[in-house]
């Protein structure tokens, strides 16, 4: 064999590395994409199943909240009846978290220092999610 017919054979065995690798490649591509497809119409199938019935919250009251129009603030007090710490969380407009307060049962918390304008809060006891509310100041 000569040195023409030795590269002929080289570049010969490089395409046909070329292609199996980009054959390999497309179908790895073409089987993640069928299951992503796959995934997706799992989905919209889970929407032809009927609706279940939403339950109430076990502690729908877990916090009592009032305002104090004197002072310009808000209170929150904890129930007395929570047997685990609460977690009560003040979220802006904006989804950002303002507040953070760790409360035991019957223990009360005043909030005034907060800007003009509305304000989401969410109640948890370790991860279990128990209520939200809204708070506005004016």
């Known amino acids: 064999m000569n040195r023409k017919q030795a590269a002929i054979q080289s570049s010969c065995v490089k395409v046909f590395f070329f292609i199996l690798i980009a054959c390999a490649a497309t179908t790895h591509m073409l089987a993640a994409n069928r299951t ?10 889970d929407d032809k199943k009927p609706a279940k ?3 109430p919250f076990k502690n729908q009251n877990a916090v009592r909240i009032f305002p104090d129009a004197i ?3 808000v209170h929150v007090v904890a129930r007395p009846g929570n047997k685990k710490e609460i977690d ?3 979220f802006d407009v904006s989804g950002n978290m303002v507040l953070n307060y760790k409360m035991k049962a019957g ?3 005043t909030i005034s220092d907060l800007k003009r304008g509305s304000y989401m809060y969410h109640v948890f006891a370790e991860d279990e999610y128990l209520m939200t509310g809204k ?3 004016k």
């Open 36 to 45: 992503a497809i796959f995934l997706t119409q799992a989905n919209f199938d």
């Open 53 to 55: 019935k939403e339950r």
């Open 71 to 73: 002072k310009k603030a």
């Open 88 to 90: 009560f969380l003040v």
């Open 107 to 109: 223990e009360r918390k």
């Open 135 to 137: 708070i506005v100041f």
